[in-house]
């Protein structure tokens, strides 16, 4: 069983549409980080939120820390080729030993 | 180049060997962290170093595995007597403190070992 639930698991679409991907848990995070990682390379952050309710824009990529911190998203706009890969969230928690809790991931294929 | 770099890139083994995974974190990182990542899953973590502390052992899975960090940089990870199951991606990662998720205290990961057990 995952600490952190993500979903969709796997997402196809065509260059130029929007998408949303969930990351859900039933435990309080501290902070949520979400990752993304190509083939052959390791994560590499790109946000981290720690309030309830923020909500972080990173060009065209919008991430939202839920307002009781058990949950997170990551909107794109007009996803790009360039947008393709797995996109992970970990959360950070006290009753983990403040040890990172990744989620399996989400697989992003964006076509042209 | 100055990230995180493990070697090697690829490892084949027969069940039963022994193998060894090295980490040559950032330079002046006192964090350093061991993962594994089985296709289709998240990162599961392993074991974690911070600066003379004792390290947290809390993750590995098996007696068989171990890791140390020698002179507060380089790290091995061993799996003795490997196991078809042990076969994933073991990821280290380095950061600057001990606490993660916090702004700030992000981790670097290397590009990773991909283990095959046969």
């Known amino acids: 069983t995952q600490l952190l639930e993500q979903s969709p698991q796997f997402l196809s679409i065509q260059e130029g549409e929007n998408l949303t991907v969930y990351c859900n848990s039933s435990s309080v995070f501290s902070s949520l980080q979400w990752y993304r990682q190509e083939p052959g390379e390791g994560p590499v952050l790109l946000v981290t939120v720690v309030t309830g309710g923020e909500v972080k824009k990173l060009k065209r990529l919008t991430f939202q820390f839920g307002d009781a911190r058990k949950d997170s998203s990551l909107h794109i706009t007009a996803a790009q080729p360039g947008d393709t890969g797995l996109y992970l969230c970990?959360?950070?928690?006290?009753?983990?030993?403040?040890?990172?809790?990744f989620g399996a991931g989400t697989i992003l294929r964006v076509k042209s | 180049g100055a990230g995180v770099s493990q070697s090697p890139s690829n490892k084949v083994t027969e069940k039963g060997k022994d193998v060894e995974l090295r980490c040559d974190p950032i330079?002046?990182?006192?964090?350093l962290y061991w993962y594994r990542q089985r296709l289709g899953q998240g990162l599961e973590f392993l074991i974690y170093f911070q600066g003379n502390s004792a390290p947290d052992k809390s993750g590995l899975p098996s007696d068989r595995f171990s890791a140390e960090r020698t002179g507060g940089s380089v790290s091995t990870l061993t799996i003795q007597r490997t196991q078809q199951e042990d076969s994933a991606v073991y990821l280290c990662?380095?950061?600057?403190?001990?606490?993660?998720?916090?702004?700030?205290?992000?981790?670097?990961f290397g590009p990773g070992t991909r283990l095959t057990v046969l």
């Open positions: 990662a380095s950061s600057l403190a001990r606490t993660s998720g916090q702004t700030g205290n992000e981790q670097f």
């Open positions: 970990a959360g950070a928690a006290m009753e983990y030993g403040n040890k990172l809790v």
């Open positions: 330079s002046g990182h006192t964090a």
